[in-house]
């Protein structure tokens, strides 16, 4: 079964893409999201206990456990950033780590398990 990897997977986005997939799809999904912002209690309780989902509190920024859990013919997607000028000024340094380091490590990881 190909399984969707969803990086940043329980904000906005995520969440709309996520109910989207189970419902078109049948696709397995994880889902990896450090959660900084509280994930709506109806949303996890009606779609993060589908069989279909597989969820972890994460953050792309850690390689070996981003590595351990993508696989040979998994599509991943990210979704992971810090979101607008007012967080990215109160955390510059993370914000340049999480949006572009992060992604292009993430990039250069599924390149080399030649996705």
Request: charged residues 30%.
């Amino acid at each position: 079964m190909k399984r969707i990897i969803l990086c940043g997977g329980s904000g906005y986005i995520g969440t709309k893409l996520t109910e989207i997939l189970l419902e078109k799809t049948d696709y397995n999904l994880t889902i990896i999201d450090r959660l900084d912002f509280k994930l709506d209690s109806n949303f996890k309780n009606e779609f993060y206990n589908s069989n279909r989902i597989e969820f972890y509190q994460k953050d792309i920024r850690d390689l070996d456990f981003m590595s351990k859990h993508i696989h040979e013919g998994d599509y991943v997607v990210n979704l992971a950033a810090l979101v607008g000028e007012p967080l990215c000024k109160i955390k510059p340094e993370e914000a340049v780590e999480v949006n572009f380091e992060a992604a292009k490590n993430l990039a250069d990881l599924c390149k080399e398990k030649k996705y």
